[in-house]
């Protein structure tokens, strides 16, 4: 007789979403059917958002995700994930003529705050420039503070719309939190 008695939400959501099991491990676990454990799991709003096997690296080190509705999914019906999360925040599609850049220049880090959305790839090009300007600065090899990077078209960083940024003080208000 399959056991019908509901384990509690947070003993769920961990095996589920912490521990990623499966539905099937979790009716053997349970002594249950997997049509149980989905009820379980409807009742408590407990959801995937991915499936892992839907997760991909790329060769250079990008996370892929399948996402076969996107309108600029690739021929593998993929979708970076560093877009998807611009995406999710600003609430439209990236655009093909828009850049995402990471900000720790980590490739798999796509926390919001680390990823800066261009309005063009030469917008994107001049921050790459004004990063190394500043790396110069830091490391004392030039000594001319460099001016902030100014922006026509408004650029999406640390979560807020700019037209200029300034990453002197970023750094040093990141080393002071430190
Ligand atoms: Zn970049």
Same mark, same amino acid.
């Given at each position: 007789?399959?056991?019908?008695?509901?384990?509690?939400?947070?003993?769920?959501?961990?095996?589920?979403?912490?521990?990623?099991?499966?539905?099937?491990?979790?009716?053997?676990? /349970?002594?249950?059917?997997? %049509?149980?454990?989905?009820?379980?799991?409807?009742?408590?709003?407990?959801?995937?958002?991915?499936?892992? *096997?839907?997760?991909?690296?790329?060769?250079? %080190? /990008?996370? @892929?995700?399948?996402?076969?509705?996107?309108?600029?999914?690739?021929?593998? @019906?993929?979708?970076?994930?560093?877009?998807?999360?611009?995406?999710? /925040?600003?609430?439209?599609?990236?655009?093909?003529?828009?850049?995402?850049?990471?900000?720790?220049?980590?490739? *798999?880090?796509?926390?919001?705050?680390?990823?800066?959305?261009?309005?063009?790839?030469?917008?994107?090009?001049?921050?790459?420039?004004?990063?190394?300007?500043?790396?110069?600065?830091?490391? %004392?090899?030039?000594?001319? @503070?460099?001016? *902030?990077?100014?922006?026509?078209?408004?650029?999406?960083?640390?979560?807020?719309?700019?037209?200029?940024?300034?990453?002197?003080?970023?750094?040093? *208000?990141?080393?002071?939190? %430190?």
């Amino acid at each position: 007789m399959p056991s019908t008695k509901r384990p509690p939400n947070d003993e769920l959501f961990n095996k589920y979403i912490i521990e990623n099991k499966t539905q099937k491990q979790l009716a053997e676990e /349970y002594n249950t059917s997997t %049509g149980m454990i989905a009820h379980w799991l409807k009742y408590y709003q407990i959801r995937k958002l991915k499936k892992l *096997s839907d997760v991909f690296t790329d060769s250079r %080190g /990008y996370i @892929k995700v399948k996402s076969p509705n996107h309108p600029f999914c690739n021929i593998h @019906k993929q979708v970076y994930q560093h877009v998807l999360i611009v995406e999710d /925040y600003i609430g439209r599609n990236v655009q093909k003529h828009e850049e995402v850049h990471h900000l720790d220049h980590n490739k *798999s880090n796509n926390r919001l705050n680390n990823l800066v959305l261009f309005p063009n790839k030469n917008s994107h090009v001049q921050f790459h420039k004004y990063e190394e300007k500043i790396a110069l600065y830091l490391l %004392g090899i030039t000594k001319q @503070k460099p001016d *902030s990077i100014k922006f026509t078209d408004p650029v999406l960083f640390l979560g807020c719309w700019v037209y200029e940024i300034e990453l002197i003080d970023l750094a040093e *208000s990141i080393s002071e939190q %430190g």
